[in-house]
């Protein structure tokens, strides 16, 4: 025969079982079953008789030839008195590129480090504190670079600023748009 702890272990232990297993049922209330419903997609679209049909056009008449290279152009006020000192050829020169605003924006390089985890994690406390900060990625090291911003007076109080908080004294530099 079993002991009186024994029987009453095992009781203990089927009542919290019961308790366990169909409480949570009885006491949960009528369960909702939301289904969601998808609307199928034929696999042949319905044609239906008000679909337009288009007429493919044989090509108009190509007798129209376009001019070899050089393209002239004439010059006067009329066309038919044409002389030779009329014609003008006409060639097509590359513009250089010009910026000019090209000393309009600045950046802080704050550092360069070996270690880019470190350098994502300074620029997002930086970003956290309010400064425009990114990394530039480079073959051997991260920089932590600070900006653009178009006022130098700005970020020069910034480069104080941040030798404060980082530690480390950045350097002022123009902005390039092309090569940041």
Not at 75 to 102: F, H, M, W
Not at 166 to 172: F, I, M, N
Request: proline residues 6%; without cysteine; glycine residues 4%.
């Amino acid at each position: 025969m079993a002991s009186k702890f024994q029987s009453r272990l095992i009781g203990t232990i089927v009542l919290v079982a019961v308790g366990v297993i169909i409480l949570p049922d009885l006491l949960d209330g009528k369960k909702l079953h939301y289904k969601e419903e998808f609307a199928s997609i034929p696999l042949k679209p319905e044609l239906n008789s008000d679909v337009e049909s288009f007429e493919i056009l044989e090509p108009e008449d190509a007798s129209e030839v376009l001019p070899d290279s050089p393209v002239t152009a004439t010059v006067g006020e009329a066309l038919e008195e044409k002389t030779q000192s009329d014609v003008v050829d006409v060639a097509i020169q590359e513009v250089p590129e010009r910026n000019d605003y090209a000393d309009s924006a600045w950046i802080i390089q704050l550092m360069a480090l070996k270690n880019a985890e470190n350098a994502r994690g300074l620029v997002a406390d930086l970003q956290k504190r309010g400064y425009q900060a990114h990394v530039k990625q480079e073959s051997n090291f991260t920089r932590v670079i600070i900006g653009p911003d178009v006022s130098k007076s700005k970020l020069e109080t910034q480069l104080v600023e941040l030798e404060k908080i980082t530690g480390s004294r950045g350097q002022l530099l123009k902005f390039k748009p092309l090569n940041p």
